[in-house]
């Protein structure tokens, strides 16, 4: 291994573990009062999820979370026709709308009841087609709740932070169904997620990371 490998090596190891400090020791509030809007990805999940998601969306004003990326999995066919609903019901309290939002689709890294061996083939497939995706969108914040289909996109988004192309936040909502542990999505993304966000105040006291924000259904 040459000199310069070295050099590079140890420099994203540095990055690394000042990343994965600042996440878990440093002030690393996200959700605050904004002044410019931010352009947000939101990865929605499927059935519940979604609606999790919209109803959590239907609290915050659509003019700071602009534009918006929408990234549902491939094989949902039903999210979509509610982001467009959604999006029609806008603006907030009185607020103009024309904020703009697009939905684009990636394949789902880990179908219900598949094995946890061939999941890690789909979410490599999953994990390369999201680096095209967000190089060119380049959002600055995420918002997530789903299952597996946000851990490549949050990879990715992480890769490039640690690579010093874009400063992405990342939020992850945990579903109101995880009552006593975090969701497998949920335990991955308690390791580098900015924000881990509850519905059960006993999910706080077992994992002292996460924020408890009530029951959003």
Known sequence: MSLITCIVVIVLLARLGYLLFKVHFGNNRVMKKRIDPVHTA??????????????????VNSCNYSPRLYIVASTDTT???KIHELERN????????????????????????????????????????????????RPKLILCNGPGTCIPI???????RMLLIIETKIVFVESICRVKSLSLTGKILLIFADEILVQWPELQEIYKRTKYIGKLV
Not at 45 to 55: A, P, W
Not at 107 to 130: D, W
Not at 154 to 160: D, E, P, R, Y
């Open 42 to 59: 939101i990865i929605i999940g499927s059935g519940g999820h979604t609606t999790e998601m919209l109803r959590l969306l239907k609290n």
């Open 79 to 81: 999210s979509a026709v």
């Open 90 to 137: 806008y603006p907030y309290g009185g607020k103009v709308q024309g904020t703009k939002y697009e939905i684009v689709k990636i394949p789902r890294s880990r179908h219900v009841g598949q094995s946890y061996i061939t999941s890690m083939f789909t979410t490599l497939y999953s994990l390369v087609f999201s680096f095209p995706l967000m190089i060119f969108r």
């Open 154 to 160: 949050c990879v990715v988004a992480f890769i490039m």
